[in-house]
């Protein structure tokens, strides 16, 4: 029995954890345009589908922690969580 999986990962992969997020999602997209393209076994097809996986979430963790850090910054001591209060207030008003 032959083991196809190593056929699945192209020579320029690196460690999806050492990826910035623009990497990790550069690489998702060829991912999946080499999937919707078609023309690879299935165990390529599954070892690209898992790389996919892991790929989205390298790139869910990076947004996460920019949102984490875009929180904390608005809720910062000395930082106004509402810059424009008279806005809410015109807009409730109607």
């Known amino acids: 029995m032959t083991d196809h999986t190593a056929d699945a990962q192209p020579a ?21 345009r080499t999937l919707e393209a078609g023309g690879t076994s299935l165990a390529d097809s599954l070892a690209l589908w898992e790389r996919g996986e ?3 979430g390298v ?20 930082s106004d969580p509402d810059p424009n209060p008279e806005s809410d207030s015109a807009s409730t008003a109607e």
């Not at 320029?12 to 999946?32: G, M, S």
């Not at 922690?65 to 910062?76: E, H, T, V, Y």
């Open 12 to 32: 320029y992969v690196q460690p999806a954890d050492e990826q910035t997020y623009e990497q990790a999602r550069d690489e998702l997209i060829e991912v999946v």
């Open 54 to 56: 892991h790929l989205a």
């Open 59 to 78: 790139c869910q963790r990076w947004l996460d922690g920019a949102q984490a850090r875009l929180d904390a910054a608005s809720n910062a001591p000395g």
